[in-house]
C-alpha cells in the first residue's frame, strides 16, 4: 500500500470549511483514496472513497488532482461533533484484493465554538 | 442490528497475567482483524484472518495470540509476552473484495490497562 502524508493537527471554528490535504507520491494505478474518521474511544468508520476528480456525498467531498499524488478531504461548514482524527488510506478499492487497513497517525481536528 | 460486538469495554491486567479479548460479529463476515493503537498514534494491526482456522500475523504480533475457529468470532489473546500491553484495542471485519473501500466495520474497542 502507498505511503500517506497528512498534517498531524488542524484547528477551525463551527461554520468554516476545512480542507485536508494527503500527499501520496507513490499511488499505483489500480489504487483508491479512502478517508476514515475516528472519535475518541471509538473505531474509525468510512467517510468518502475517490479515484479522480471530485467526489461527494452527504458528509464531505473529496478533490483529486489529474497526477493523482494528493488528494484534498474537504468538509463544508464543520461543527464541534466535527472534532475527530482524520486518516487518509490509499490501496485497491472495491473488488479488489483484500487489503489490510494501515493507517498512519492521521490529522487531528479541533472544531472551536 | 448487525455488527460487532467486543468486550469487555475496559480490561485490567496484573503483570505476568494473559488475559483474552473477545470479538463477535454477525455481518457474516470473512475477513476479520485486530488493531491496536496507543495514545496519540495510527492503528496497528496485530492480526488478521481471512477466513476460518487460518489466520496471520500482522506487523506488531509478538506477545499475542489469535484463533478462529468460528467465521463469528476472532478471539486475541495478550500474553505475558507482551511487555508493554496498555492500548486501545479495535476488532474490525471486513467481506471478500472490499479492498479499502467502506465494507470494513470496527468494534467500540477495549482498553487494556496494566496494573
Known amino acids: 500500500l502507498a505511503k500517506t502524508t497528512q498534517p498531524i493537527s488542524m484547528d477551525s471554528y463551527e461554520g468554516q470549511e476545512v480542507n485536508i490535504t494527503c500527499s501520496h507520491n507513490?499511488?499505483?494505478?489500480?489504487?483508491?483514496i479512502t478517508w476514515y474518521q475516528q472519535f475518541p474511544s471509538q473505531g474509525p468508520r468510512f467517510i468518502i472513497q475517490?479515484?479522480?476528480t471530485k467526489v461527494t456525498n452527504e458528509v464531505a467531498s473529496l478533490f483529486i488532482p489529474a497526477d493523482r499524488k494528493s488528494s484534498t478531504l474537504s468538509l463544508p461548514r464543520v461543527s464541534l461533533s466535527d472534532t475527530a482524527v482524520y486518516y487518509c488510506?490509499?490501496?485497491?478499492?472495491?473488488?479488489?484484493?483484500?487489503?489490510?487497513?494501515?493507517f498512519g497517525k492521521g490529522t487531528k481536528l479541533s472544531v472551536k465554538p | 442490528d448487525g455488527g460487532i460486538t467486543q468486550s469487555p469495554k475496559y480490561l485490567f491486567r496484573k503483570e505476568g497475567q494473559n488475559v483474552t479479548l473477545s470479538c463477535e460479529q454477525n455481518?457474516?463476515?470473512?475477513?476479520m482483524y485486530w488493531y491496536r493503537q496507543d495514545p496519540g498514534q495510527g492503528l496497528r494491526l496485530i492480526y488478521y484472518?481471512?477466513?476460518?482456522?487460518?489466520?496471520q500475523k500482522g506487523d506488531i504480533a509478538e506477545g499475542y495470540s489469535v484463533s478462529r475457529e468460528k467465521k463469528e468470532s476472532f478471539p486475541l489473546t495478550v500474553t505475558s509476552a507482551q511487555k508493554n500491553p496498555t492500548a486501545f484495542y479495535l476488532c474490525?471485519?471486513?467481506?471478500?473484495?472490499?479492498?479499502?473501500?467502506?465494507?470494513?466495520?470496527f468494534g467500540s474497542g477495549t482498553r487494556l490497562t496494566v496494573v
Open positions: 484472518s481471512q477466513i476460518v482456522n487460518d489466520f
Open positions: 455481518l457474516n463476515h470473512d475477513a
Open positions: 474490525a471485519s471486513s467481506p471478500p473484495g472490499t479492498g479499502i473501500s467502506h465494507g470494513y466495520t
Open positions: 475517490g479515484y479522480k
Open positions: 507513490n499511488i499505483a494505478t489500480n489504487d483508491y
Open positions: 488510506l490509499v490501496g485497491e478499492g472495491y473488488g479488489g484484493s483484500q487489503g489490510n487497513l494501515i
